[in-house]
């Protein structure tokens, strides 16, 4: 589903050049649930950004659903990814001006279903993640863990293929934490790849391997199993 | 997916009240001031386009050139327009409009009225001009002699509701019977009138003689021709040269006058600003006026930007999240413009109730009496909904721009929006802004110094405590002595002079002959009839010889006083003795009257500022009734006692007539009425501008004082103080107001020299009306940004560093 070939980023500003990710290469299948793991400042959301297709890749290949998309302009990396990737993120990024509601139905507004259909759908999802009774409050009338909630809604109302998740629980205490993990496993067992960026092991636990980035390559690539009882046995 | 815009369009508007409000309120007035403009600028434009036929109808005008300069009339002889009728194959029909008083006594029954705008007409008026008729027909209305049509408003005051159709009105000393009631005529008239008299109402001899002799040289009548349907005006114009030289320049050829006759038509007589033109207009005023609209509406809009891009930092992490939600940049600059435009139609919505409200002060001010229900007239909707689309781009295109072009990887991590090179566009925006108040307050400022200076310009003779009374008809003015033997017997009143012509009103101006250094030359001269105490009474100088002596009979009608202008142009030197000016000529050119020199006076302004001090003399009648007005002098702060007391000797001593007393001021002040006019405007515009431009730099002091709080921290943690975060801050602004000073200031320099020109008599340009503008845009400038400035260099760097 997701394959990059030597994917390489490099910040440059007038005197200074940072290479935030070098050579990078790695395949995600369809249903995988993967977590990308390191230290502040090794290329994480730098990596998150081009799987997401928010920013091209300096050099290098990024296959995405078999295209070669490293090479597409703004316009065309946001008509593949609206279809096909939803956002989670660690500050929930909700619009404040807009209804729980109103939150949940923009990327479908933009892939321009009927108002009808939205609703449908809309509610659909409000319902499945139980937060349908705060359909018409706004953001900053939620706690986090809500709000987080609505986040997720937002990110699978256009049944997207792949789920990007940006430190989901950053700002969640553990039950809320844990409530969103539980969501994010059932939407990957359902057949959703996820893709999750944390500093959190306990978060990483949820998914089947770990990505470990360090100064921008990868370091290693495990079954989240063995990590687990290694982390465990760590702790 | 346009409900979802305007949801978060409002609630964003909502959101972030105060400066939505300022945006609002700023754009509303921007919006009220170009419509209010708008509407000026379709009236002034709309002129005379209510007659049926106004394509076809032209005015004929006349050009005089003699001696070097050329008179240019809007009034023409009286048998012009036989004489083209018949000469002209074009010409379908004309009517000729002859005013024979400004204003007349009306009498109806036992009411009397002082009027003005009655008017003798051809009876063919209504066949050149429609009117509608409220009564009678304009069949045969006009055709008998001592008949009159009125408008509906006359007949309303005069009769009520009887029928006026038949009823006998008295004007003047005659008598007239009403055939018919018209329609007001809209205010959009060059030539308004309330009643129209028949022309064969007046001497015969007179407007239907074709004496070339006589009346091919008395200009007292306005012709208006229509011309056939399908006949180009300007081939029309082409073939007027000959005409002159058919049948009025063998009779200037005596004077060394040559005439030309030329046609405007009628929808452009309203801006053909000529000598003797009525109810001009000025198109540069409209331009002017158009122009500061524009610049107002274009400063509001700034405001919408600037606070707009200022807010961009605080609307980075919804325009990430619309685009990473699958927004195209597309419908994200449709989001922000529908934003604009919704902001647009709010302030539309505002500025209506505006302009409700400044309507009467505008009315005042313009002189003008529109009402609300004008808004709807015409195309003004129209103009209106384009207005304020404009206003919306204007406002919105620049931040949609900036705004849709995020990049959306940013907020990923919540980082926000930072603005590139520092915000150039915006302080480009804010130069821009204070440029324009700068130039509209220096502009304001000029006109503010030229008009107090035309004020206070001493006129070479006095005018304080002077009214004049002006005497109509051959009788009252014979027995003007008796007049002023009464009004002598207050003891509040000082002086008197008798006059043909007052300071400031019209003079006669008569071909002469003089000798100048041994050849003798044609020129003109201005002429007035003055008794002995004309400039004592007045105040002005003799300088040279002496002036009239009461004692010498040949003084009377045979010497003239000259002034010192027609000293110099006739090139007298200084010496005058034995100068003799010739006048009068009958048609062999032989002068019929001659005049000695006995003195010269120094120059004062005998006609309005308008004009220059031209050559004049001073003649002492042989008869009183030469003289037109009686000029009083009165004890100073008594005018509200000496008025009424001329009030009712004047009415006792003519009873045919409302007295007409004015003060000797009148003429001087009158003449720059528009002048002032358009400087109340400007000063207006003005302020409404500064008050925009500083209530955007208000907005966005706090914009760009709440992204630099890191900065400000930062600075204070390493020992900045307070005071010097402060002149840091300062620095900053005075920097874009002297950029916009330098960028102001010779546009400001060209654009009022420009003006000034306009007047015969001016202030000199001077560098001090800039300098006072960029003060007072300075001090304002630092008062309203050291609100904000002053709250940020108080904040305790502990909590503006934990804030970032």
Redesign the interface.
């Known amino acids: 589903m997701i394959r990059t070939v030597e994917l390489t980023k490099v910040f440059r500003t007038e005197e200074v050049e940072t290479t935030a990710l070098n050579k990078v290469s790695f395949g995600i299948n369809e249903g995988e649930f993967v977590a990308i793991m390191g230290p502040s400042g090794c290329g994480k ?1 730098t990596l ?2 081009i799987l ?1 297709l ?2 091209n890749p300096s050099d290098g290949q990024y296959f995405f659903l078999d295209h070669e998309v490293s090479g597409y302009s ?2 065309q990396r ?2 593949l ?3 096909n990737i939803g ?1 989670v ?3 929930f ?6 209804s729980v509601f ?1 939150n949940v ?3 479908l ?3 321009g279903y009927s108002s009808s259909e939205r609703r449908q759908r809309v509610e659909e999802v409000l319902e499945q993640m139980q937060i349908m009774h705060r359909k018409n409050h706004f953001p900053l009338q939620l706690s986090g863990g809500q709000q987080q909630r609505v986040a997720v809604c ?1 990110a699978v109302v ?1 049944k997207p293929h792949i789920i990007l998740a ?1 430190e989901p629980t950053g700002n969640l205490d553990s039950t809320h934490g844990d409530e969103v993990m539980n969501l994010l496993e059932s939407l990957n067992k359902n057949g959703t790849t996820i893709i999750m960026v944390t500093h959190s092991q306990r978060d990483a636990s949820y998914a089947q391997r770990i990505i470990r980035l360090f100064d921008g390559q990868i370091v290693t690539e495990d079954k989240s199993t063995e990590f687990v009882l290694t982390a465990a046995a760590a702790q | ?1 346009y409900r ?1 815009y305007l ?2 369009a409002l ?2 508007i909502r ?1 972030s009240s105060l400066y939505s409000a300022i945006s609002i309120f700023c754009l509303a007035t921007g919006i009220t001031g170009a419509i209010l403009v708008s509407l000026y600028v379709n009236h002034e434009l709309s002129y005379d386009t209510h007659y049926d036929d106004h394509q076809r109808i032209i005015r004929i005008e006349g050009v005089y050139d003699m001696a070097g300069a050329s008179y240019h009339l809007a009034a023409t002889p009286f048998p012009l327009a036989f004489a083209m009728m018949e000469d002209y194959a074009e010409v379908e029909n004309f009517v000729r409009f002859f005013m024979r008083e400004e204003e007349v006594m009306v009498r109806s029954g036992e009411s009397e009225y002082l009027e003005s705008g009655f008017v003798l007409a051809d009876s063919t008026v209504f066949d050149v001009f429609s009117h509608s008729f409220v009564h009678g027909s304009p069949e045969g209305a006009l055709s008998a002699p001592n008949t009159i049509v009125i408008s509906r408003s006359l007949a309303e005051k005069y009769f009520g509701n009887e029928p006026s159709i038949g009823k006998t009105l008295r004007v003047g000393d005659e008598n007239y019977s009403v055939t018919g009631v018209i329609e007001d005529l809209p205010d959009n008239t060059h030539f308004r009138y309330d009643a129209l008299i028949s022309m064969s109402s007046a001497d015969a001899d007179l407007v239907y003689s074709n004496d070339p002799e006589l009346y091919w040289n008395i200009n007292i009548n306005y012709t208006y021709i229509l011309l056939h349907q399908g006949s180009s005006i300007e081939e029309f114009v082409g073939k007027l040269p000959g005409f002159a030289d058919k049948y009025a320049n063998p009779m200037g050829d005596v004077f060394g006058a040559s005439a030309t006759f030329l046609a405007t038509p009628l929808r452009e007589t309203h801006f053909n600003n000529i000598m003797m033109a009525q109810g001009t207009g000025d198109r540069s005023t409209l331009l002017i006026l158009s122009l500061v609209a524009l610049f107002l509406v274009l400063i509001a809009a700034i405001n919408y930007t600037n606070l707009a891009t200022a807010r961009a930092a605080k609307r980075s ?2 325009i ?10 597309k ?1 994200l600059l449709v989001q922000f413009l529908a934003e604009s435009m919704l902001v647009a139609f709010i302030s539309l919505v505002l500025s209506i109730f505006l302009a409700e409200i400044l309507l009467p002060f505008f009315n005042t001010i313009a002189n003008t009496s529109f009402s609300l229900a004008d808004f709807l007239k015409g195309t003004l909707p129209v103009q209106i909904l384009f207005i304020t689309v404009f206003t919306g781009l204007a406002a919105g295109i620049y931040p949609a721009l900036i705004l849709s072009n995020m ?3 940013l ?4 980082l926000i929006y930072r603005e590139s090179k520092k915000g150039l566009m915006r302080k480009a925006l804010v130069v821009f802004q204070f440029a324009i108040s700068i130039l509209l307050v220096s502009g304001t400022f000029t006109v503010q110094q030229q008009m107090s200076f035309l004020r206070e310009k001493p006129l070479g003779f006095e005018k304080e405590n002077r009214v004049s009374i002006t005497l109509h008809g051959s009788g009252p003015r014979s027995s003007i002595e008796t007049l002023e033997q009464r009004v002598m017997q207050n003891p509040l009143v000082i002086g008197t002079t008798k006059a043909f012509s007052v300071p400031g009103g019209e003079h006669n101006v008569n071909a002469v002959r003089i000798d100048s250094d041994g050849i003798m030359q044609e020129t003109f001269i201005a002429v007035n009839y003055v008794d002995l105490n004309y400039i004592d009474n007045l105040g002005i100088r003799l300088i040279r010889g002496r002036y009239f002596d009461p004692g010498m009979r040949s003084d009377i009608a045979q010497t003239a006083v000259i002034n010192e202008t027609a000293m110099n142009k006739f090139g007298w030197g200084d010496n005058i003795a034995g100068k003799q000016i010739h006048m009068q000529f009958d048609q062999e050119g032989n002068p019929q009257t001659t005049l000695r020199v006995i003195g010269v006076v120094e120059d004062f302004h005998f006609l309005s500022l308008t004009n220059p001090v031209d050559p004049m003399m001073l003649i002492l009648p042989e008869s009183p009734s030469s003289f037109r007005h009686l000029i009083v002098q009165y004890e100073a702060g008594e005018k509200e006692q000496v008025i009424p007391f001329l009030d009712s000797e004047t009415r006792d001593f003519d009873q045919s007539r409302i007295p007409v007393i004015s003060s000797l001021e009148k003429g001087f002040i009158e003449e720059f009425e528009s002048d002032q006019r358009l400087g109340k405007i400007f000063a207006i515009f003005s302020l409404v501008t500064i008050m925009i431009s500083f209530a955007g730099l208000f907005g966005l002091s706090s914009f760009m004082l709440e992204q630099r709080k890191k900065e400000i921290g930062i600075r204070k943690v390493l020992g900045s103080s307070a005071g010097g975060v402060l002149i840091m801050l300062y620095r900053e602004f005075s920097w874009l107001i002297l950029i916009a000073v330098i960028i102001a200031a010779p546009l400001s320099w060209y654009l009022m020299s420009r003006w000034l020109e306009n007047f015969t008599f001016h202030i000199d340009m001077s560098l001090v009306p800039l300098l006072w503008s960029a003060v007072t845009a300075f001090l304002i400038a630092m008062l309203t940004v050291s609100y904000h400035s002053l709250r940020a260099a108080a904040l305790n760097p502990a909590d503006s560093l934990r804030a970032e």
């Open positions: 959301s998150l950004n997401g928010l920013d703004e316009k946001a008509n990814r609206k279809r956002f993120f660690q500050n990024n909700l619009i404040d001006e807009l109103e139905e923009l990327p507004i933009y892939l937002r256009a940006d | 997916m979802n949801i978060s609630r964003s959101q992490r919804e990430g999240i619309r685009k990473v939600t699958g927004a195209s940049r419908q990049n959306p990887s907020i990923v991590k919540g």
